[in-house]
Nanobody
Framework: QVQLVESGGGLVQAGDSLRLSCAAS????????MGWFRQAPGKEREFVAG????????DYTDSVKGRFTISRDNAKNTVYLQMNSLKPEDTAVYYC???????????????????WGQGTQVTVSS
């Protein structure tokens, strides 16, 4: 059974930074691409960032490019999302997820992931 535990969310002001962490257990973490998604109230869950199994490639949604950075430490079974220059529109619950299939690149479709964390709340005030 795969378990994902996110941490690092909180309440910050616009322009501040946060680093989210997602600790994984129960699977050969290093063999799988990972993704970060977010869901704001009344909106659908959306892709934020993804990283391939070996960190060789990353992908970001346009609205966070240049502000967010995804990374992973396979020795610690952890994936990170560094979020800089936060904006009120970044307010959401952030989820990490593990891809269904090993190796390969990340993916921006939620259907490509089969394990999800419980989410961590990020609130950015103006």
């Amino acid at each position: 059974q795969v378990q994902l535990v996110e941490s690092g969310g909180g309440l910050v002001q616009a322009g501040d930074s946060l680093r989210l962490s997602c600790a994984a257990s129960g699977r050969m973490f290093s063999n799988y691409g990972m993704g970060w998604f977010r869901q704001a109230p009344g909106k659908e869950r959306e892709f934020v960032a993804g990283i391939s199994w070996n960190a060789g490639s990353t992908d970001y949604t346009d609205s966070v490019k240049g502000r967010f950075t995804i990374s992973r430490d396979n020795a610690k079974n952890t994936v990170y999302l560094q979020m800089n220059s936060l904006k009120p529109e970044d307010t959401a619950v952030y989820y990490c997820a593990v891809k269904k299939t090993p190796f390969g690149t990340s993916a921006n479709a939620a259907s490509s992931y089969n394990y999800w964390g419980q989410g961590t709340q990020v609130t950015v005030s103006s």
